[in-house]
T-cell receptor, first 113, second 109 residues
């Protein structure tokens, strides 16, 4: 079945460590997104990519990095520069029909110890 | 700035009807979305409105008034499984989604 797979689902990190969250999709979607979700707040866009080898910063890109070497994959690295990384991270993708329906992965919950 | 407002929390009774409102102020408008999100899970798509009026899909309906910058999601015959957060999102002129903080709906027996 087509869909988006995120891993790991739960991740614990010590302060000062970089971590990479995986996102893979087999929906043949061009556009992929990373969102951060905190309690009581709407989804906030970290980075997005509309085509392979190209990506743009979202509203809260500081302390994060991404790559888009393959259409299917859009990994997110949370670097030690991110001051408050504990959050629920959601990866999503969409086709180019501009209806905007996003297909989400199951999410990755990162906790910094 | 761009803004999406929706109530933080609502409570309703099983079998009843509930209306969740969403007002928005955005740079341009290319459609409004409602998503459902159960605790700890990913959001799932419920509806998309780009023209004024009511869109009905089973127990769920969504209404849009572009002139008023207003939408609502109507849930009928509430079931316990409808307990979730409901997210309103607007696509702006750059085709980027602006998200509300979500409305947590609590269903009581």
């Amino acid at each position: 079945d087509g869909g988006i797979t995120q891993s790991p689902k739960y991740l614990f990190r010590k302060e000062g460590q970089n971590v990479t969250l995986s996102c893979e999709q087999n929906l043949n979607h061009d556009a992929m997104y990373w969102y951060r979700q905190d309690p009581g707040q709407g989804l906030r866009l970290i980075y997005y990519s509309q085509i392979v080898n190209d990506f743009q910063k979202g509203d809260i890109a500081e302390g994060y990095s991404v790559s888009r070497e393959k259409k299917e994959s859009f990994p997110l690295t949370v670097t030690s520069a991110q001051k408050n990384p504990t959050a629920f991270y959601l990866c999503a993708s969409t086709g180019q029909d501009h209806t905007g329906e996003l297909f989400f992965g199951e999410g990755s919950r990162l906790t910094v110890l | 700035g761009q803004n999406i407002d929706q109530p933080t929390e609502m409570t309703a009774t099983e079998g009843a009807i509930v209306q969740i409102n969403c007002t928005y102020q955005t740079s341009g408008f290319n459609g409004l979305f409602w998503y459902q999100q159960h605790a700890g899970e990913a959001p799932t798509f419920l509806s998309y409105n780009v023209l004024d009026g009511l869109e009905e899909k089973g127990r769920f309906s969504s209404f849009l008034s572009r002139s008023k910058g207003y939408s609502y999601l109507l849930l009928k015959e509430l079931q316990m499984k409808d307990s979730a957060s409901y997210l309103c999102a607007v696509m702006d002129s750059n085709y980027q989604l602006i998200w509300g903080a979500g409305t947590k709906l609590i269903i009581k027996p």
